[in-house]
Nanobody, 115 residues
Framework: QVQLVESGGGLVQAGGSLRLSCAASGISGSLNVMDWYRQAPGSQRELVAQIFSGGLTNYGDSVRGRFTISRDNDKNTVYLQMNSLKPEDTAVYYC?????????WGQGTQVTVSS
């Protein structure tokens, strides 16, 4: 089975940076789409960023210009560089990937941004 493992979350002050990683295993070939979602307490899960195998990217309005998504296709790993962090970025961040048209989720990593 496909397994996604996130890492890189933690506590950071407003204005700081974090880099999240998500490594996928249990697949042959490349993942078509890899995404980052986040969910804050009491809020709906929202799309943060996504990247396709060819390099095309999309960003949520709230993070555009501050976050950058990238991927290493050989390692089937996706990254999220998070700059100029704000307290409202505090959430559990989840990695998502599409493989053979089926979606898979990681367990999530906590990001906390203090004022």
């Amino acid at each position: 089975q496909v397994q996604l493992v996130e890492s890189g979350g933690g506590l950071v002050q407003a204005g700081g940076s974090l880099r999240l990683s998500c490594a996928a295993s249990g697949i042959s070939g490349s993942l078509n789409v890899m995404d980052w979602y986040r969910q804050a307490p009491g809020s709906q899960r929202e799309l943060v960023a996504q990247i396709f195998s060819g390099g095309l990217t999309n960003y949520g309005d709230s993070v555009r210009g501050r976050f950058t998504i990238s991927r290493d296709n050989d390692k089937n790993t996706v990254y999220l560089q998070m700059n100029s962090l704000k307290p409202e970025d505090t959430a559990v961040y989840y990695c998502h990937a599409t493989y053979r048209t089926f979606g898979y989720w990681g367990q999530g990593t906590q990001v906390t941004v203090s004022s």
